[in-house]
């Protein structure tokens, strides 16, 4: 039997990646994962904090608070010791690099994957803002790629060699 990297002690994933590419259901599957095998577990995105009345609306004006709710959230999580799922764009490295150091104050470990896939994004992203961030987003050292097995939503990933299951 493999070795579950996620369920061999507390951590924080982070999941970035383009629109479209597959990180909300990724990241509810790894908690549902998660919590299936008896872990604490949660999952924050910034996109949590732009659904009104159960809708998502996303308002640039509410974006700066809606990071910083979700980094409270992952940080209260985290100190509670839970492992926590972070799902957002990033871009670049300067909103993950809080939650990087984060970790490393805590002593958790992490692992940034990369989703690598296009599915049709809920969000209605306008094209230029998706061909800005399409250009603008960054390789970072270490990320793990995840690419799903055909439109199933099914994924594949491997962390230090070892199985995360989802």
Known sequence: MKENWLMSGQRLVI???????????????????????????SRHENDDYHIICGKYQYDPARQAEAVLACQEETAKDLVLGMTVVVSNVFVTTFNLQWYVNLADSLGIRHVILRMDNKFEGIHNVPANVYKSMSENFVDITNEVYVTANGDDYSFDVFVDDVEVIV
């Open 15 to 41: 999941v970035r990646g383009l629109p479209g590419s597959g990180k909300s259901t990724f990241a509810k599957r790894l908690l549902d994962g998660i919590k299936s095998r008896g872990g604490k577990a």
